[in-house]
């Protein structure tokens, strides 16, 4: 999928004043991990520093950019600790300054110059971000030059909060730059953190943001630090749903993280519909790592960037940074997993092979920690990886051998899966990104719904409009909807009008899922109905579906929605199904209509009103988060009692998560 | 830990002569659902010079609960032609607060409001300081002030932040086997040693026959060194183990 120009538009920053944040041999994060990677580099032959056409200048971030993200004591604290060289003057000083803004000699020390390096890093970061949007910041290249891509490894300091250095962190570059970009731009950033610890300092910093959706991949916080990243932080006011956590169980392997990454990115992704992607390759999720207890291998730390890369390319006209982040199996794991993310970024071939003479360079630094590490590694209660120095980019399998408790981790990380995607992924595109966990049933779902055996398995009608002739479809087959096209107001779900035309296609391929269209004669769709079984919530009900739909805004206020959804409607099992539609407010054009959320809801409840669907109070968790939130129900006369009274049990079932 | 460390003091407050619209409106634009009734401003009483501060508390009257205006307005809706009911919007707060309600002060230990609260079945709780009663001789009664407002939020608040959970940490479970403290005590040590913050340290009561159990918040992503240390010194930890989450959460 890599084109021969990306090839030449991939840069990287790296500069030798970045090497000075560096905590100490005693300490598990040292800038010679990120010497060790630009030594593979350049072994390898994949970047030389003396390649200007790879390569982007940084500058430190002012302090003025850094306020964009903290505070202003903050800053005047680290710069201060910064400026105190020695412990004999001002020690009270110091040691007060250091507690009270989260320095520690454990965690994160107060070095001297701490300050500037950490500003050079976060200007990096925002450079990077700067450079791939076209901002002045980032070194004014003309729009041929105009890098596609960006690594910036001595990024990621993900753990950084406004008022406080945490794990490792001091500045937040990854905040900085966004918030930079949210400042100068109209783009809309997706964060994609892939570091083995919850990210907790960028999530906060822009917890009630909606332009800027931040989706951290996890080892669960119930005893790994920073504690954050439940499933259930979702983002605050405006900024809701738009903070994705997925924790993730401890010793996760590969395949179990990757069927995560695939049931949950692509979706999200679709429905926010980012312009530029910045992602955090903390490889502390390698079964190596001495401080979490994921247990990935090199294959799933390749899936992650590739997925990235995908994203990039699919949704943001490849706008894209990566940046560096955890990693504290600094030879054996850091420059492999960074040197491979560059090849990818690049566009070049991953060696097989690591370099001989690489080897032999680092090998050395690897054997003089390794007791430490093995110690640290049983007393983490992790496999003890009695493997020597790796010669291969990618690890061998043999190495890794299966935990015995695999099926019950990937089954707990399926059940997360659910429920991020239940919680956070609007129902349309949750169709159209079907997750692999429930099979349809045994028939297709034409004849699931045509009980007595209708005669014409998709039907036509026309309606006529104020504003022409539209013609309805039911049962829409995956060729018809290819020909068609999206009218250019059909965009409450995937905000292009192109994407919604691929979220219909999918739905339409969609074993489970039925679709009706409303289109003109000249093939452009004006709005939809969908049916489909209801998701994950619904569970043990066979005859419960679930209905949405939605009319292009340049068609509204003709009645077609109810045309639409009566002609969908027209079902020989309609009697004998329960239906039932959620209405939620965040996913609702208030803005394109100008009337309130509560006017909204009241439009809904009046088309679902309709089709004799009645509102009811439920606790079903995402209804019941907002308010202005609305499920409608239809019964049908047929259903069994028992059935309907299981089906309003369940609504009102205590609002039990962990079911999922 | 006592209430006043942890009570609400910002208070939205409504006079006994407000009408429920009023009330409701500040219920509804505050997404609260109790108000506190005070004596209006005018008629404070004067008190000594030397607590200047208390001069300028509210008397507490009464408090009002969103379930009292529901009340007001559907027994409004049932009798509308009734002359003696004016419509609830103009009724006044006086006429549906409640006048006798369980207070506490400032210095009141929080386990005893909370269980004042779990046992009473209240969901608020409003904090008053007493007057000294020799100096209130000319006065026929002796007015609370109110100080604060202690809400079931503020204890959920209380217990989160006692957890731990408003800081980042790394959390480390200590079994203590027939409750012997040493465990714990040899491995705050090696913490301490070690310079690793702790941010919560709860020892909880053992509930049913489950054994007793230290859970530890360290502040640091780092907790390698003080596990080595651990299992050196073949103190038994529980960190990450192979029960799956879900398990514990079925418990």
Redesign the interface.
Same mark, same amino acid.
């Given at each position: 999928m890599l084109h021969e120009h990306t090839r030449s538009r991939t840069r990287l920053i790296f500069d030798q004043s970045e090497l000075a944040y560096d905590f100490g041999a005693e300490h598990?994060l040292q800038s010679r991990r990120l010497v060790a990677l630009m030594d593979l580099l350049e072994t390898c032959g994949l970047w030389k520093h003396n390649d200007d056409q790879k390569q982007l200048p940084l500058r430190a971030a002012t302090v003025e950019e850094l306020s964009l993200v903290h505070t202003a004591d903050y800053i005047a604290a680290v710069q201060r600790l910064s400026a105190l060289q020695e412990p004999a003057t001002g020690e009270d000083e110091r040691q007060d300054l250091a507690s009270k803004y989260g320095f520690?000699?454990?965690?994160t020390p107060a070095l001297p110059g701490v300050h500037e390096v950490s500003a050079r890093i976060a200007g990096g970061t925002m450079v990077a971000l700067s450079a791939v949007i076209g901002l002045p910041e980032g070194g004014g290249l003309s729009e041929n030059d105009r890098p596609l891509h960006v690594f910036h490894p001595a990024g990621g300091l993900h =753990?950084a909060?406004a008022d406080r250095a945490?794990?490792?962190c001091v500045y937040n570059d990854i905040a900085v730059a966004i918030a930079h970009v949210l400042r100068s731009s109209e783009a809309k950033v997706l964060y994609i953190d892939f570091d083995a610890?919850h990210g907790?300092g960028v999530q906060r910093s822009f917890y009630d943001e909606p332009r800027v959706m931040t989706i951290s991949l996890h080892?669960?916080g119930?005893?790994?630090?920073?504690?954050?990243g439940d499933v259930l932080e979702l983002g605050e006011g405006l900024g809701r749903g738009y903070s994705v956590n997925v924790p993730l169980?401890?010793?996760t392997q590969d395949d179990s993280y990757i069927e995560t990454m695939n049931a949950i990115l692509p979706p999200l992704v679709t429905s926010f519909a980012p312009d530029v992607l910045i992602s955090q390759h903390g490889c502390d999720t390698h079964a190596w790592d001495?401080?979490t =207890?994921l247990s990935l291998t090199m294959r799933g730390i390749q899936a992650q960037m590739k997925l990235a890369h995908q994203l990039a390319h699919t949704y943001c006209q490849g706008r894209w940074v990566a940046v560096g982040g955890g990693g504290y199996d600094l030879y054996r794991v850091v420059p492999r997993a960074w040197g491979m993310l560059w090849a990818e970024i690049s566009g070049q071939p991953v060696p097989e092979k690591l370099p001989e003479a690489w080897v032999q360079r680092w090998k050395p630094a690897w054997l003089a920690m390794e007791e430490q590490e093995e110690?640290?590694q049983?007393?983490?209660?992790k496999a003890a990886s009695s493997v020597n120095f790796p010669t291969t980019f990618q690890d061998r399998p043999e190495d890794f051998p299966a935990s015995p408790?695999r099926w019950?981790?990937t089954h707990?990380n399926r059940?997360t899966i659910a429920l991020v995607r239940h919680l956070l992924v609007p129902p349309t595109v949750r169709k159209a990104f079907p997750s692999n966990q429930r099979l349809s049933p045994m028939a297709g779902i034409f004849d699931l719904l045509h009980l007595r055996g209708s005669q014409t398995p998709s039907r036509s009608k026309s309606l006529e409009t104020p504003a022409g002739l539209l013609l309805l479809r039911d049962f829409c087959p995956p060729s018809l909807v290819e020909r068609l096209r999206a009218d250019s107001g059909l965009h409450t779900f995937a905000r292009f009008p192109e994407r919604e035309h691929q979220l219909l296609l999918s739905i339409a391929r969609s074993p489970d899922c039925a679709l009706t269209l409303a289109h003109t004669p000249a093939g452009d769709i004006v709005g939809e109905v969908t049916l489909a079984p209801g998701d994950d919530w619904w569970e043990g009900f066979e005859n419960v579906y679930e209905v949405t739909t939605e009319v292009s805004a340049n068609w509204r206020g003709m009645g077609i929605a109810r045309h639409l959804l009566a002609f969908a409607l027209e079902l020989d099992a309609l009697e004998d199904m329960i239906l039932f539609a959620m209405g939620l407010s965040w996913h609702w054009d208030t803005e394109g209509l100008k009337i309130s959320v509560h006017h909204y809801r009241e439009l809904i409840s009046r088309l679902f009103a309709s089709q004799d669907f009645v509102e009811h109070a439920t606790t079903e968790p995402d209804i019941s988060m907002e308010p202005g939130n609305i499920l409608l129900v239809r019964v049908g006369k047929n259903v069994n009692q028992h059935i309907v009274n299981r089906f309003f049990n369940r609504l009102q079932s205590a609002s039990d998560l962990?079911r999922l | 830990m006592i209430v006043s460390e942890v009570m609400t003091t910002r208070l939205v407050t409504v006079t006994p002569h407000d009408t429920l619209s009023h009330a409701a409106n500040l219920l509804r634009q505050h997404q609260f659902h109790h108000l506190p009734v005070v004596r209006d401003a005018s008629s404070h009483v004067p008190w000594e010079a030397d607590q200047p501060a208390r001069n300028s508390l509210p008397v507490l009257e009464g408090l009002l609960t969103s379930q009292d205006i529901d009340l007001a307005a559907a027994v409004g809706t049932e009798s509308p032609g009734d002359a003696e009911h004016s419509p609830w919007e103009e009724r006044s707060v006086a006429e549906v607060m409640h006048r006798s309600i369980i207070r506490v002060t400032p210095t009141t230990s929080v386990a005893a409001a909370a269980q004042i609260l779990v046992e009473q079945g209240l969901n608020c709780l409003p904090v008053v300081e007493y007057v000294d009663a020799e100096n209130m001789e000319q006065l026929s009664e002796t007015p609370d002030f109110l100080v604060g407002l202690l809400t079931r939020s503020d204890l959920l608040v209380a217990l989160a932040r006692t957890l731990?959970?408003f800081?980042?940490?790394?959390?480390?479970l200590i079994p203590l086997p027939a409750g012997d403290l040493t465990p714990l005590a040899r491995m705050l040590l090696l913490a301490a040693g070690?310079?690793?913050?702790v941010q919560s340290l709860i020892v909880a009561p053992p509930r049913d026959s489950a054994p007793r159990v230290a859970t530890v918040?360290l502040?640091?992503?780092?907790?390698?060194?003080l596990?080595?240390r651990?299992?050196e010194a073949n103190i038994s930890y529980k960190?990450?183990?192979?029960q799956?989450?879900?398990d514990?959460?079925?418990s």
């Open positions: 598990p520690d000699e454990g965690d =753990h909060l945490s794990g490792f610890h907790d080892e669960s119930r005893y790994l630090f920073p504690g954050t169980e401890p010793f001495p401080l =207890h110690a640290t049983q007393a983490l209660r408790r019950t981790i707990t059940r962990s | 731990g959970a800081e980042p940490g790394t959390e480390l070690l310079h690793v913050k918040r502040g640091t992503i780092n907790p390698g060194p596990l080595v651990l299992q960190f990450a183990d192979f799956p989450e879900s514990s959460h079925a």
